[in-house]
């Protein structure tokens, strides 16, 4: 069982940057393609940016591109979400999930696709 923990979350302005850290406890996690979701009130659970296990190949959702980057560091276990110029609509939940290790094509923005997944942190975007 894979645990994941988010952090990094709170309150900003418009326009604020803001790093979210998810921080995995599989000591194999490098294996793990890992992606950001997040879920406003009342809407679904939506892709906002993955990066696969090997190549580390990243891939953003619309509300990622060009604001969002996505990294992770294999040796802590740790990904990472830097969101810049935030806007009020990008207030949400956000979860960190994780995919296990396995053959075939899996997509990357799909939330079935995932195995484990975070508590979630709150960001709030308002001013």
């Known amino acids: 069982q894979v645990k994941l923990v988010e952090s990094g979350g709170g309150l900003v302005q418009p326009g604020d940057s803001l790093t979210l850290s998810c921080a995995a406890s599989e000591r194999t996690f490098s294996s793990y393609r890992v992606s950001w979701f997040r879920q406003a009130p009342g809407k679904e659970r939506t892709f906002v940016a993955g990066?696969?296990?090997?190549?580390?190949?990243?891939y953003y959702g619309d509300s990622g591109k060009g604001r969002f980057t996505i990294s992770r560091d294999n040796v802590k276990n740790m990904v990472y979400l830097q969101m810049t110029s935030l806007k009020p609509e990008d207030t949400a939940v956000y979860y960190c999930a994780a995919r296990a290790p396995r053959s075939g094509y899996s997509p990357i923005s799909v939330v079935s696709e995932y195995d484990y997944w975070g508590q979630g942190t709150q960001v709030t975007v308002s001013s």
């Open positions: 990066i696969t296990e090997r190549d580390e190949n990243t």
